[in-house]
């Protein structure tokens, strides 16, 4: 089994492939190749092949490619924050590079089981209570419209039999690890996580703003499952909404104190932004996953489970 995993230097990226190379083997096999590639550096004590390399840079795909795979994770790309902030990196990197990666991968040999991180991002108000299966695309940031751009190549691809996609609409995954990033949902890590930390924390909308989460732990199983599945099952809609905990940022903050008491909530500082609050309110609240449920896949039942999986699977030692 030949495994690439590309945006292998970011938070999903570094968790997946410790848990691949924990495991040794997926989808039934051994687990003989896992190349790891990024534009940035990565971090690796393995002795996994890996690529530092821009997939948007024309030949750079190809190279990749010609390795031959039989599952690819593509998890590379631009966060919502910054592909709003910057149109034409955006683009170039969610767009430009996933689709030269597919050209690649479907003018190989294999025909490889490609599992595709898209977003919750793809859907756009006015919203249902409950945003059903088939609920239309109409994405109001950049970002959303890439990553449904995206999902568009990986069904038609697809299709066509160049490649065995599987496509994940991955709700908001809190709580990350490490340092805040660029996308414009990270506050809802970080009103967790510095806290938990004991630092203090901005809070940038709304304690009644309502969101869907699931944990990384959660995330990596999405992943796993995705290049498990039979397609068959699947279809010809290759894209899926995954299951996800809906709550308020209030919900979030109650299930913080529950942890972690209350002068660990009093590290968090309402700081209204405009700016991020527009992005957020374009945002799905709440979603009905049947296809998913049905193929699956599972998360967390209450904020609290995952508060949990940060304390076990990343909270700092001291």
Known sequence: MRVLITGAAGMLGRKLTARLTSAG???????????????????????????????????????????????????????????????????????DGTRRLFDALAAADAIPRVVFTSSIAVFGAPFPDIIPDDFHLTPLTSYGTQKAMGEGLLADYSRRGLIDGI???LPTITVRPGSPNAA????????????????????????????????????VDYLIHAAELDTAAVGPRRNLTMPSLSVTVQEQIDAL????????????????????????SGWPERFATDRADALGFRCERTYDEIIACYLEDDRPRS
Do not use: C, M
């Open 167 to 169: 496509g994940i609409r």
């Open 25 to 95: 083997v997926l989808a039934g096999g051994p687990i003989d190749q896992l190349d790891l590639a990024d534009i940035a550096a990565i971090a690796d004590e393995v002795g996994h092949r890996t690529i530092e390399v821009d997939l948007a840079e024309p030949g750079a795909a190809e190279r990749i490619a010609a390795s031959g795979y039989d599952v690819v994770f593509h998890l590379a790309g631009v966060v919502s924050g910054e592909a709003e902030a910057d149109l034409t990196k955006g683009y170039r990197v969610n767009l």
């Open 257 to 280: 104190e529950r942890v972690a008491g209350p002068a660990a909530v009093d590290l968090i500082e309402e700081r209204p932004d405009p700016a991020v609050a527009t992005i957020v």
């Open 184 to 219: 414009a949902s990270g506050f809802f890590s970080g009103i967790v996580r510095e806290p938990l930390a004991g630092t203090a924390a901005t809070l940038p909308v709304p304690r009644s703003v309502r969101h869907p989460h699931a944990s990384p732990r959660t995330a």
